[in-house]
């Protein structure tokens, strides 16, 4: 009889562990791994980039002299660009509200400066479907431009989801007011950490939408001087002092390298340039006129944004690495635990067998 109670402990033990093992291997880590998921509601960050060669027009000079326009009212030199982002609780649980500050300045000119609202959805990154953001332009020239979008926000633009795939994103850019794909390029290596590439190029896109064409707009009439010099008058068949209208376009050169497993942006490198241009065939064909160029800004994440945000995504691929790593020795603890629970239950069985025929034998 003790022998028999002591495999049945010993069976017992078997499933207790067993219950643990699949308990734990199942459980826990994707429990864990779907918590980590959420976007934080206490983010703090702020994103530098390198100064680089710029060149930001003086838009009230530049609107005010019919003579000569953007080409005497613009200043060139290194520009560097900011971003500001705070996170916090949302309207619910699965929400969080982000404040978005984007900053350009050129020392001793002019500073303008992107400031976001919105609702981003906790599990995706996506803005949520039930908040309308609102966007404010300022510049230091210029009165502040506000405008709340009438309807939802799609696509990426500050975090990408936890887990990225290597598929296309739609990415929202606040200059053309809506949202165009960003493509996956390759798997690569950035900052020592596993990324993926994405790029995007739009190619003299309108901006007909937004708050930034309230301020372009009274740059875009006026004497043809204003637009063009001698020879391209003389080919386009203009007068000098021929009014005429054109309209603002947007190119961007964009390429963001992401950390898959979390969603953290390793580094971004963005070439933008705003133009005017009379018509699409003209704006994909000569772009670079002082005469018509509202802002040109290439930017990059500076060495210190890359190594923090390397260091922001690090311990986190070692959390999930070893909640990985966890699921996995307790699945091959529960597959030993179960051949042992077999093994010790086909003993019990047999000397079971054993016990009835020796005793059935007994005169």
Request: glycine fraction near 4%; hydrophobic fraction near 40%.
């Amino acid at each position: 009889m003790g022998a028999q109670r002591l495999r049945t402990r010993r069976v017992l033990g078997l499933i207790l562990g067993l219950v643990l093992a699949l308990a734990i291997g199942t459980g826990l880590p994707p429990a864990l791994i779907a918590w980590k998921k959420l976007l934080p509601t206490d983010v703090q960050l702020t994103l530098t980039s390198e100064a680089s060669d710029a060149r930001l027009a003086d838009l009230s000079a530049a609107a005010a002299d019919q003579e000569c326009g953007l080409a005497c009212h613009s200043h060139t030199g290194t520009a560097a660009l900011e971003q500001e982002l705070h996170t916090s609780p949302g309207a619910k649980f699965m929400q969080t509200q982000l404040d978005a500050t984007t900053r350009i300045e050129l020392p001793g000119h002019t500073t303008a400066e992107v400031h976001e609202l919105l609702e981003l959805s906790r599990d995706s990154t996506f803005p949520s479907p039930e908040a309308l953001p609102v966007t404010t332009w300022r510049a230091s020239d210029l009165p502040e431009v506000a405008e709340q979008a009438t309807e939802p926000r799609t696509g990426v633009q500050y975090f990408f989801p936890f887990t990225t795939e290597r598929r296309s994103y739609q990415y929202f850019d606040v200059v053309t007011w809506r949202p165009n794909p960003i493509d996956y390029v390759e798997k690569t290596k950035v900052s020592g950490l596993d990324s993926y590439a994405f790029a995007q190029e739009l190619i003299a896109e309108p901006i007909s939408d937004g708050p930034l064409r309230g301020w372009l707009e009274p740059l875009t009439q006026g004497p043809a001087q204003r637009f063009y010099s001698p020879e391209e008058l003389a080919q386009r068949g203009l007068r000098p002092e021929q009014d005429i209208t054109l309209m603002p376009y947007y190119t961007v050169s964009r390429e963001v390298w992401v950390q898959p497993q979390t969603g953290t942006i390793l580094d971004e490198h963005t070439t933008r340039h705003i133009f005017l241009a009379a018509s699409a065939d003209e704006a994909r064909a000569a772009q670079n006129s002082p005469q018509r160029t509202v802002a040109y800004l290439d930017s990059q994440f500076s060495d210190a944004t890359r190594t923090q945000q390397a260091d922001h995504a690090r311990p986190q691929v070692h959390q999930l690495r070893f909640l990985q790593v966890l699921a996995w020795v307790c699945r091959l603890v529960a597959v030993i635990l179960t051949v042992l629970l077999v093994w010790e239950v086909l003993r019990y069985r047999s000397a079971l067998r054993r016990r009835v025929l020796s005793e059935s034998t007994q005169p």
